[in-house]
């Protein structure tokens, strides 16, 4: 399957991509862990990267997409991908469509994960997250949580919430989401591209995006 997953912060696309990939060896694509990939490596694009991303500044659209298409060539990607979480913007979803054609691969459908605003608080505000760098489970204090100490149970390590994810930096977030993200729905929507689905109860969401894929 190839297709792109948007949604709000805490619509669930991380949970959904990685229940995806199981399904039938698509693999997940975030543009943070394609941009660590490449300064990890240490190629040529992912040295240009580094040198934003140590002054601080965003890395921008140009080099993202460079990356991306080398990512998209790798030999992972030839039973499918996942995008989570990106394109953000129009401008990216107008390069990722030029860079598609060029590699001669079509997407799927976009699936657009429809959260209300007060389950995404809810999600939020209650994660935690291992602070072990090599690990970084995430939990729920409510129906996934660590051990009662707080400590992770795959490696003991502390679990924290994380500084984006208080009411108000969530709030943020949202508000982020709402005037940059959120209108690439009308975008792919006007290419005849978008799905709708509701992502309340994760098997419930993959079993329509499964029938959705007429699998």
Do not use: W
Request: with cysteine; net charge neutral; proline share 5%.
């Amino acid at each position: 399957m190839r297709l792109i997953l948007l949604g709000a912060p805490g619509a669930g696309k991380g949970t959904i991509a990685k229940l995806l990939e199981e399904f039938d060896g698509s693999v997940q694509i975030s543009t943070g862990d394609i941009l660590r990939s490449a300064v990890k490596a240490g190629s040529a694009l992912g040295k240009k990267a580094k040198a934003y991303m140590d002054r601080g500044d965003l890395v921008p659209d140009s080099l993202i997409m460079d990356i991306m298409e080398a990512r998209l060539q790798e030999p992972d990607c030839q039973n499918g991908f996942i995008l989570d979480g990106f394109p953000r913007t129009i401008p990216q979803a107008e390069e990722l469509a030029k860079l598609l054609a060029r590699l001669k691969l079509k997407l799927d459908f976009v699936a657009n994960l429809d959260v209300p605003r007060e389950v995404v608080m809810d999600r939020l505000t209650t994660r935690r997250t291992c602070c072990n760098p090599s690990c970084q489970a995430i939990y729920n204090i409510r129906n996934n949580p660590p051990k009662e100490d707080g400590t992770c149970t795959l490696c003991n390590h502390q679990t924290i919430q994380r500084d984006d994810e208080t009411e108000d930096a969530i709030n943020n977030r949202l508000e982020t989401y709402k005037q940059k993200t959120a209108p690439l729905i009308g975008y792919y929507e006007k290419e005849g591209l978008l799905k709708n689905f509701l992502s309340l109860i994760a098997s419930d969401t993959i079993a329509e995006i499964k029938k959705s894929l007429k699998v």
